[in-house]
């Protein structure tokens, strides 16, 4: 497991209070991310920017392409600590991220405000699509049994406008968007997931799940490409255009 560049690195950090801005930067692996001896990750950001309020997390699990911003208390472990940061998801050597070796006790001064943002829910939708995120056997991944073309456009969103898309996935697809951020509804008949609070700009759908995002089209017209950021499904044509109007 490479760190900025490095495998299984170890930080010194002193005992206080740290912001880790993580990106899952692999391929194709989820991880699930946890601290060991445990501690909470406590959530302030996601992949669009602040949450409204901080959220504790015992573990965290992030798609590729998704990020995390969150604040972890080393003051809370003696110091001469290691701290891991492991991946639950990982077999063997995968299991571990990095280490943090916690030197001495230092004070920090930072109080987390209890509100980082506003984020109002999106309206009404407009228009309401339905896109199949399925394998394609030996021609590739395919998104409504169509593999990527250039030319072909999926969806003409109105500048301004709110749209939902239901995306509905046979495998696992962290689907990502460009152009704006959006909001996920529902996964199922269910709420939003635990990991999925804020801005997301890719969504970690799982296998036979179907899930609910809002999106306002805002900033500029032209085209945007969706697509899995599994770079082996995504480089096998799991991509799709979208114009905004
Ligand atoms: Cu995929």
């Given at each position: 497991?490479?760190?900025?560049?490095?495998?299984?690195?170890?930080?010194?950090?002193?005992?206080?209070?740290?912001?880790?801005?993580?990106?899952?930067?692999?391929?194709?692996?989820?991880?699930?991310?946890?601290?060991?001896?445990?501690?909470?990750?406590?959530?302030?950001?996601?992949?669009?920017?602040?949450?409204?309020?901080?959220?504790?997390?015992?573990?965290?699990?992030?798609?590729?392409?998704?990020?995390?911003?969150?604040?972890?208390?080393?003051?809370?472990?003696?110091?001469?600590?290691?701290?891991?940061?492991?991946?639950?998801?990982?077999?063997?050597?995968?299991?571990?991220?990095?280490?943090?070796?916690?030197?001495?006790?230092?004070?920090?001064?930072?109080?987390?405000?209890?509100?980082?943002?506003?984020?109002e829910p999106l309206g009404p939708p407009a228009v309401t699509r339905t896109l199949?995120?399925?394998?394609?056997?030996?021609?590739?991944?395919?998104?409504?049994?169509?593999?990527?073309?250039?030319?072909?456009i999926a969806a003409r969103p109105a500048l301004g406008s709110v749209e939902v898309w239901r995306?509905?996935?046979?495998?696992?697809?962290?689907?990502?968007l460009?152009l704006n951020?959006f909001q996920?509804l529902?996964?199922?008949?269910?709420?939003?997931?635990?990991?999925?609070?804020?801005?997301?700009?890719?969504?970690?759908?799982?296998?036979?799940?179907?899930?609910a995002i809002a999106i306002r089209f805002d900033g500029?017209r032209?085209?945007?490409?969706?697509?899995?950021?599994?770079?082996?499904?995504?480089?096998?044509?799991?991509?799709?255009?979208f114009e905004v109007t």
């Amino acid at each position: 497991m490479l760190v900025n560049g490095a495998p299984w690195p170890v930080a010194t950090v002193e005992g206080a209070q740290y912001r880790l801005r993580i990106l899952n930067a692999c391929n194709a692996r989820r991880l699930d991310l946890r601290l060991d001896p445990g501690r909470p990750l406590t959530q302030i950001g996601t992949d669009g920017g602040l949450l409204a309020q901080p959220l504790r997390h015992e573990h965290f699990v992030l798609a590729p392409a998704q990020r995390l911003d969150a604040i972890v208390d080393f003051s809370a472990y003696p110091p001469g600590t290691a701290v891991s940061l492991v991946n639950d998801f990982g077999e063997g050597r995968m299991g571990e991220v990095l280490r943090f070796r916690v030197g001495e006790r230092a004070p920090d001064g930072f109080r987390l405000p209890g509100r980082l943002s506003t984020i109002e829910p999106l309206g009404p939708p407009a228009v309401t699509r339905t896109l199949h995120f399925q394998a394609g056997g030996t021609k590739g991944w395919l998104i409504n049994g169509e593999l990527f073309s250039p030319h072909a456009i999926a969806a003409r969103p109105a500048l301004g406008s709110v749209e939902v898309w239901r995306l509905v996935s046979d495998f696992h697809h962290p689907v990502h968007l460009h152009l704006n951020p959006f909001q996920v509804l529902s996964r199922g008949l269910a709420g939003p997931g635990p990991f999925d609070a804020g801005w997301k700009d890719t969504i970690d759908l799982r296998p036979a799940e179907e899930a609910a995002i809002a999106i306002r089209f805002d900033g500029y017209r032209g085209k945007y490409v969706f697509h899995c950021h599994n770079l082996e499904h995504e480089d096998m044509a799991m991509m799709g255009n979208f114009e905004v109007t």
